[in-house]
């Protein structure tokens, strides 16, 4: 199974500066046909988890444009480019190429 | 509009068995991959099994394989997840979600899962 490893696993965060996720796949995620199934998952408290990126880089519908994702291979980041309160929660990154699906452990973030 | 609607769970004793069912809304889901994630309280996302093409093929985490069975009913557009010989490490809110790329990634509300002596 690939092996999602993330950092850091918790981040502390001052209202209106920039946060960065890494995540790690023990094994390229590449297809040969182009296509990378790389997500980010953003879980508010009590809330169910919620797709931000999908294929490395691309944000889903109605998730605001300080998110975004980069990388490539088994080197991806998440990054927000001014944190708002409501980005409080935990990131999950998830691949999506290879059966069984896997998750990093997620990064918790919180406000300073 | 997209929904899921999982249910089925609650509290069992180790070794006992449950069905989750997640009926979906808004598309069939046998045109899609399908796929159950629980969450052990306090923990992190634990991905378990998932169905695709119109159920042929079938994937299960090895912590599961053996004991849990996907399988999906079409006619009543539901997601069933089989738990049998259940343990107290299973304890989780199960959530099933669609997934696609560029047609979102839904989830449920999530059902939970007890099992305790």
């Known amino acids: 199974d690939v092996v999602m490893t993330q950092s850091p696993l918790s981040l502390s965060v001052t209202l209106g500066q920039p946060a960065s996720i890494s995540c790690r796949s023990s094994?390229?995620?590449?297809?040969?046909?182009?296509?990378?199934?790389f997500n980010w998952f953003q879980q508010r408290p009590g809330q169910p988890p919620r797709r931000l990126i999908y294929?490395?880089?691309n944000r889903d519908p109605g998730v605001p444009d300080r998110f975004s994702g980069r990388g490539s291979g088994t080197d991806f980041t998440l990054e927000i480019s001014r944190v708002e309160a409501e980005d409080v929660g935990v990131y999950y990154c998830?691949?999506?190429?290879?059966?069984?699906?896997?998750f990093g452990q997620g990064t918790k973030v919180e406000i300073k | 509009e997209v929904q899921l609607l999982e249910s089925g769970g609650g509290l069992v004793q180790p070794g006992g068995s449950l069905r989750l069912s997640c009926e979906v809304f808004?598309?069939?889901?046998?045109?899609?991959?399908m796929i159950w994630v629980r969450q052990a309280p306090g923990k992190g996302l634990d991905w378990v099994s998932g169905?695709?093409?119109?159920?042929?093929?079938?994937f299960y985490a090895d912590s599961v394989k053996g004991r849990f069975t996907i399988s999906g009913d079409s006619s009543k557009n539901t997601v069933y997840l089989e738990m049998k010989n259940l343990r107290v490490e299973d304890t989780a809110v199960y959530y099933c979600?669609?997934?696609?790329?560029?047609?979102?990634?839904?989830w449920g509300q999530g059902t939970l899962v007890t099992v305790s002596s």
């Open positions: 979600a669609k997934e696609g790329y560029g047609s979102g990634f839904p």
């Open positions: 808004g598309f069939s889901f046998s045109r899609h991959a």
């Open positions: 169905i695709r093409d119109s159920g042929i093929n079938k």
């Open positions: 094994q390229s995620l590449a297809l040969s046909d182009g296509y990378t199934y």
């Open positions: 294929e490395i880089s």
């Open positions: 998830m691949q999506g190429t290879y059966w069984p699906r896997t």
